[in-house]
């Protein structure tokens, strides 16, 4: 029998490199090394995807070297802590999305940029951000849609940097509820205040984040210039559909923070009137024997009602009906 030759083995991923495949007509056709990429691109009908995590920079040199990329978007990637924005560089796009996920009951921001011209799409993650492996694999489940190359590709990665929203937001929203019932119902504390001023900080870097999607994803489905299949144009306004209710979604959730964050002060400033009022109240109850006995603290010589027998009686009883007389009136006006 003829000698069976072992199947070779996948290329070995160095740092910063998470995957790097290569697709013709749907269909992955093999792992390949980033030095290799350039060949693969330019055969016909192939696409080459690259996924990087944090890489260095000599590793963005030589994807540079290899699909001809822009020397200022490359130093844009490098540098992270970009703006979400769409900028174009001759027949590719540059494309800086920003991701967010919950780290340890708070909201962890990172970027995501995209590199895509004809035959290729790197995506280059920063900070965080969920890995794009469960795009890569819906993609290649989905043959005939993955046909259509990068263009799809750079849809289910932004399709997916929008999904992966939600949950974040509803954490946010679980969270709010519950101190906005808190706020309702009782007194809150000082930390609790603090979190409300957190969240509403959160929510308004999670709405800097979403609100530039919508042009970035208008711009992908309307503008002509734009290096996109036209028969892929429709895609990208399913996403912009999606970033509208997320931008609705953060906007409502600041407004409750903002109605608990307002109410948080009133309960507070309507507990701070309560306690004013009821020390009032007892300082004008405790006033009237004050005052009785500084008058016969005076130690006047004529004073007749001293040599009465029940003058001590009398005093007492006085003080009594005027102290029960006060603190019935206080009591009926919800003083005490």
Not at 59 to 68: F, G, K, P
Not at 89 to 117: C, N, P, S
Not at 208 to 215: E, G, K, M
């Amino acid at each position: 029998m003829p000698d069976q030759v072992p199947p070779k083995a996948p290329p070995k991923l160095e740092p910063g490199v998470v995957a790097a495949g290569v697709y013709a007509k749907g269909k992955r056709v093999s792992d390949i090394e980033i030095d290799d990429a350039g060949k693969w691109r330019k055969k016909p009908g192939h696409v080459v995807w690259i996924g990087l995590f944090e890489p260095s920079g000599d590793l963005l040199a030589r994807v540079s070297e290899q699909l001809n990329l822009h020397p200022l978007a490359i130093e844009d990637a490098e540098k992270a802590h970009q703006h979400p924005k769409i900028e174009e560089y001759g027949d590719a796009l540059f494309i800086v999305a920003r991701t967010a996920q919950m780290v340890e009951g708070k909201i962890a921001f990172g970027e995501t940029h995209l590199f895509v011209g004809r035959g290729y799409i790197v995506s280059v993650r920063h900070g965080a951000s969920a890995t794009y492996s469960t795009v890569r694999a819906h993609c290649e489940s989905c043959p005939k849609m993955l046909s259509h190359g990068e263009d799809y590709i750079l849809y289910k990665i932004l399709d997916f940097i929008v999904d992966n929203y939600m949950p974040v937001l509803e954490t946010v929203r679980h969270e709010i509820e519950g101190l906005e019932d808190k706020v309702l119902h009782e007194s809150i504390s000082t930390e609790q205040v603090r979190r409300l001023y957190a969240l509403r900080r959160d929510l308004l870097k999670l709405r800097n984040a979403v609100v530039p999607l919508v042009d970035i994803c208008r711009r992908l489905e309307h503008v002509e210039l734009l290096p996109i299949d036209p028969e892929m144009r429709p895609h990208f306004r399913d996403v912009t559909d999606h970033v509208q209710r997320i931008r609705e979604s953060v906007d409502s959730l600041r407004e409750v923070l903002a109605f608990a964050f307002e109410a948080s002060l009133m309960m507070g400033q309507a507990q701070q009137s309560t306690i004013t009022r009821k020390l009032a109240a007892w300082a004008a109850i405790l006033a009237v024997p004050t005052a009785i006995a500084g008058i016969y603290g005076m130690n006047f010589d004529h004073m007749p009602e001293l040599k009465w027998r029940y003058g001590y009686f009398a005093v007492i009883g006085v003080i009594v009906a005027l102290c029960g007389f006060l603190f019935y009136r206080f009591r009926k006006n919800k003083w005490l």
